[in-house]
Antibody
């Protein structure tokens, strides 16, 4: 069964850092690009970042560029999101998702269950 | 701020047909990039519903269908059922933003 499981969420003060993890299982993790998508409370979905299957390319939404870093460890089947200089408007459930095609026309499937990040003093 | 616009809500009686529009522009839906649709129940992760404009993953009922034309796409639900009550999002890629984009989301209510 293809599965993604996020971890690392919690409450953090503005300006601080947090690292999220996403463990993949049931599929060949190394063959797929991976995304982070977030959803603020009561709001819609917002794409955050994507990393290529071999980790050589990364792309970010303007809202997080320069503050967040996506990375992966294919030996551990794990995706990461390093979040620095956190702001209140980064408060959201963060989902990881697999990119089925690995090019810009791909769709997201499956999704993890999400991990909640709350930025508050 | 979403660049793909959806109606905030649509509703219908059981058995009826409802459609959800997803309006974009020449830099996203109007390009060669496909449109995909996701279903989300409260408190749960999104689930892929339609991919590549009009294909259904295994396990998705055939009452769900998608289409794309010009700078817009749409999701149709025929034979609406109570279990279809959820939020629905379209998604594509935007060449001007150099990033993936989601629609504003539509809440479907079964009357």
């Amino acid at each position: 069964q293809e599965q993604l499981v996020e971890s690392g969420g919690g409450v953090v003060q503005p300006g601080r850092s947090l690292r999220l993890s996403c463990a993949g299982a049931g599929f060949s993790f190394t063959n797929y690009a991976m995304h982070w998508v977030r959803q603020a409370p009561g709001k819609g979905l917002e794409w955050v970042a994507v990393i290529s299957s071999d980790g050589s390319n990364e792309y970010y939404a303007d809202s997080v560029k320069g503050r967040f870093t996506i990375s992966r460890d294919n030996s551990k089947n794990t995706l990461y999101l390093q979040m620095n200089s956190l702001r209140a408007d980064d408060t959201a459930v963060y989902y990881c998702a697999r990119d089925v095609l690995g090019d810009f026309s791909g769709w997201f499937d499956p999704w993890g269950q999400g991990t909640l990040v709350t930025v508050s003093s | 701020q979403s660049v793909l616009t959806q109606p905030p809500s649509v509703s219908g009686a059981p058995g009826q047909r409802v459609t959800i529009s997803c309006t974009g522009s020449s830099s996203n839906i109007g390009t060669a990039y496909d449109v995909h649709w996701y279903q989300q129940f409260p408190g749960t992760a999104p689930r892929l519903l339609i991919y590549a404009n009009n294909y259904r993953p295994s396990g998705v009922p055939d009452r769900f269908s998608g289409s794309k034309s010009g700078t817009s796409a749409s999701l149709a639900i025929t034979g609406l059922q109570a279990e279809d009550e959820a939020d629905y999002y379209c998604q594509s890629y935007d060449t001007s933003l150099s990033g993936y984009v989601f629609g504003t989301g539509t809440k479907v209510t079964v009357l």
